[in-house]
Every structure is written in structure tokens, then in C-alpha cells.
């Protein structure tokens, strides 16, 4: 039996995780590492209480393993505790194990990496069901802190494990994801705003864009009007339509990845 498959099909994260600036809490939760420490909880969730709330059984040894993703180094059991201390002071997630983080140290100052703990995430985005123009049932916001990313755990378990892209990759898909919730979906955003959201330099952010569409999660079109050049980023929002999405992008996928080579 697989014990490493996450807990649910999908969640939603709050979208204004991501802001422009370093105040953002994207910023403040350490980033990359941050982000992918939250995600990988839950590979530890326990079913209690309703869908939308989420309880995590696990231990720093058993987070540590997560955290070495496609060539990334394995972060130390001291960062782990720092992630999560980030995560919990800016009320992320709740310890219902001990009150302070201090208390995971041994009288060595060692981290006591087998210690059970249990985390609950506490800054989930409160939704009600209503029916769309089409009649399709849909989660509406409850208020402005609400308005919410959709994260499929079978998309990025496919980025992750058959793709072989990393932490950052799956950032710049997330915030794609963010930016292409409008009718038509897609994400108009350039090299430079994308630097000011994440603080990834402009090469990184081109390879990322790079191998996002050489695995066809996303789709950049490049739109040129004068010497001016814009981008328009398609990023692939339903696992089931992977293969579909490859067959409509092929071509544009592969006349960015000519241009930019």
C-alpha cells in the first residue's frame, strides 16, 4: 500500500497568499519551502470533522522526507521547525501538541525529529455552494479573504513525481493559477511583475516558464504589437484534461520554447 498519497483530491488555498511585495504571506512563510511544507501535510491528513477541515498526524522525520524534491537538497530537521513555526505564527496552521516550538528541542538542543505532533490548518477560505449561469454548482467566497486557488494534489503529484519539476515550478503554476481565474482564463503577466509576486530573478522565472511549457502545464503566448511584448500564460486546470490540453498547445508550447531557447 502506498502511505504517501495525499489525503485529498484537491484543496483551496487563499489566493491572497500571494501578493505583490515581500510582506506577502508567500514571502513570510519562507517561500518555496514554506509553501511545499503546507502541501505536503497533507500526505498527513486524518479524517476529522467536515471535508473542509484538515487535521495532520506526523513528525518532523517524516515532513523531512518531502522536502527533498527534483535535485533540491533534503532541508534539516532546524528548518523544517522554522518552516513550521513561520506557518503557525502567521496563523496558518495550529500545534495542538505543544504551545511553543521551543518544547520540540531536546536538552541538547536537538531536534526531537520522531516526536509525534498534531497541526490543524487554520487558514482555510470559507466558501458556500451556489449555482452558476450554467447551472453548475461552484464554492463562492464568502468575503474579499475568501477568493481562493483550487489546487488539484493530482496535478501537482503528477508535476512532482512523473514531470520531475520542483518547488519553484510548482509556485509559478500556483500563481498562474491565480491570475487566470477571470472567463477567459489566462494570466496576462510578464517576466518583471512575475519578480515583483515571487522575488525569483528573470532568468529563473524564463526557465521556470520554459520547462512549465516543455511538460505542457502551461502554455505561453508570446503577443507582439510594435516593439512591445506581452505574455499570455493557459496553465492546465483539470488533471483529466492534461492530454487535451497538450493536443490544443502543442504548437504554442514548442514555438515558445524555439523563441526563447
Not at 41 to 49: A, E, K, N, P, Y
Not at 89 to 107: A, E, M, R, V
Not at 118 to 136: M, Q, R
Not at 243 to 256: A, L, Y
Request: charged share 25%; proline share 1%.
Amino acid at each position: 500500500m502506498d502511505f504517501d498519497k495525499f489525503g485529498l483530491s484537491r484543496i483551496k488555498i487563499k489566493s491572497n497568499w500571494f501578493e505583490q511585495g515581500k510582506d506577502s504571506i508567500f514571502y513570510r512563510m519562507g517561500k518555496e519551502e514554506g509553501l511545499n511544507i503546507y502541501l505536503q501535510l497533507f500526505r498527513f491528513r486524518v479524517h476529522q470533522g467536515s471535508f473542509y477541515e484538515h487535521y495532520f498526524v506526523t513528525s518532523i522525520n517524516e515532513l523531512r522526507k518531502f522536502t527533498k524534491v527534483n535535485g533540491s537538497s533534503r532541508l534539516s530537521s532546524k528548518h523544517v521547525v522554522s518552516l513550521l513555526k513561520n506557518l503557525t505564527s502567521l496563523g496558518i496552521i495550529q500545534n495542538h501538541t505543544i504551545k511553543n516550538w521551543k518544547y520540540i528541542f531536546d536538552d541538547k538542543g536537538q531536534v526531537m525529529g520522531d516526536r509525534l505532533l498534531k497541526l490543524e490548518a487554520t487558514d482555510t477560505p470559507n466558501t458556500h455552494a451556489v449555482s452558476d449561469d450554467y447551472g453548475n454548482t461552484v464554492d463562492k467566497p464568502i468575503t474579499n479573504e475568501d477568493w481562493y486557488i483550487s489546487i488539484n494534489f493530482k496535478i501537482i503529484n503528477h508535476m512532482y513525481k512523473d514531470l520531475s519539476l520542483n518547488a519553484k515550478d510548482i509556485v509559478v503554476y500556483l500563481l498562474l493559477l491565480k491570475l487566470s481565474n477571470s472567463g477567459e482564463n489566462k494570466a496576462t503577466i510578464n517576466i518583471n511583475t512575475m519578480k515583483k509576486w515571487l522575488g525569483y530573478g528573470n532568468d529563473t522565472i524564463l526557465e521556470i516558464l520554459k520547462r512549465l511549457n516543455a511538460a505542457y502545464m502551461v502554455a505561453t503566448y508570446v503577443r507582439v504589437k510594435g516593439k512591445s511584448i506581452s505574455f499570455e500564460h493557459l496553465p492546465v486546470k483539470s488533471y483529466d484534461q492534461i492530454g487535451n490540453f497538450k493536443k490544443t498547445h502543442k504548437e504554442q508550447c514548442v514555438r515558445f520554447l524555439k523563441r526563447y531557447s
